[in-house]
Structure formats: C-alpha cells, structure tokens
C-alpha cells in the first residue's frame, strides 16, 4: 500500500499561494475567502490557517512572493547581458518588467487588485512602497553613470512612471492581448532619448 507523501512546507504554501492567486484572478481580491482558497488547493481551510493564519497574512505572503518573482526576474534578465553598460541594463530591467511573469492574465489581475488594496492595508502598502522604490533605485543607479545625478533622478523617475503606464494601460485593455513588444519599444526609446539628450548637452559644452 503507497502511503502518500507528505510535502515539505514550502511545497505546500507554494501551492497554496498559486491556488490563491487563481481565486483573486476568478473573483477579485476582496470576494476571496481561505475556504475558496483550500478548495482551490484541495486542502482543508486548518492546513491554509496553519500556513498563514488569516486571509490577511495569506495575501501578505501573496504579495511578497511577487515581488520576489519580480526581483529575481530582474536578476535574471540583467545576468544574461552580454555587455553590461548602463544603457543595456536599463534594458534589462525594462525585459523584466514586461516578462510574461508579469504581464499573463492572472499575474496582472492580482497585481491591479494588490495595488488597490495597498491603499487602504497598510502592509500591503509598506510592501507597495518598497516594490515603487525599488524600481526607482535600480534606475537611478544605472542612469546616475550615464549623467549628472540631478538629471539621473529625473530621468529614472520618468522611466520608472513609463513602465508603471504602460504596464496599467496593458492590464486596462481588457480581452485585447498585452504587447509587451510595443511596451518595450517605446521603453527602449524613453532610454535612448535620455542618452541622445546628454550627449547633445556635452557636445554643446565642448563647444563653448
């Protein structure tokens, strides 16, 4: 007789965390339950509060798994570059961004659901701010060895709401399909701008 195996723990809130993702994509954030979430698992709603305690920690989990998704995309991406000049690291961080991790249905849903909830959950919006500031240092540290650091800031703020627009307006389009192509081009181009800009500010310097 085959006894069933018993799953490490980090198997089993894995597989909680994505049968929590797939409620939030069926349903919405704020209809989800821990009983829909257990049924989901095909786990009795003990297990998932043995887990994560409350509805509340479960989407605290939720939430720092897709930033952890989002960071070591990020890592990935910027590993793989086989020049790694600030221009193409910034590019890289703009792959990860748009990365089908990101950008598939349920990735999506949940994330438009988290954003709006982390302004009424004060967790959910600590966790809110450290992903936005994130975003923003990775940039400015890139761009801050392209440019002056007045304008690198200014320039990674810039990129960083692009990404953030362009992203939202996706997630908006409804039965449409995301083009993450066309969102990466027009990314691609904000980085170039900033780099035709500089160079046209030092070449005017020179030439004083």
């Known amino acids: 007789m085959n006894k069933r195996r ?38 009795s709603t003990g297990i998932v509060s043995h887990y994560f305690g409350d509805k509340q920690g479960l989407i605290h989990s939720c939430m720092r798994q897709m930033l952890k998704v989002l960071a070591e995309t990020t890592a990935s991406y910027k590993a793989q570059v086989a020049q790694p000049s600030p221009e193409y690291l910034l590019k890289a961080i703009i792959d990860a961004n748009f990365d089908i991790s990101q950008v598939n249905n349920t990735a999506m849903r949940v994330w438009l659901d988290f954003w709006s909830a982390s302004m009424h959950l004060p967790d959910l919006g600590r966790l809110q701010r450290i992903n ?38 996706g997630s908006l389009s409804g ?12 990314a691609y181009d904000y980085v170039d701008m900033q780099l035709r800009l500089i160079q046209q500010i030092r070449q005017e310097q020179q030439n004083e």
């Open 132 to 169: 936005d500031q994130r975003l923003y240092s990775n940039l400015k540290f890139h761009f801050l060895q392209l440019m002056p650091k007045s304008q690198a800031s200014q320039a990674a703020k810039g990129l960083a709401a692009l990404i953030d627009g362009l992203w939202l307006r």
């Open 6 to 43: 018993v799953k490490p723990e980090h198997e089993r809130r894995e597989e909680i965390i994505n049968a929590a993702y797939a409620v939030i994509y069926e349903v919405g954030l704020s209809n989800t339950t821990i009983a829909q979430i257990a049924k989901k698992a095909q786990l």
């Open 175 to 186: 039965h449409q399909a995301f083009d993450r192509d066309l969102a990466r081009s027009i």
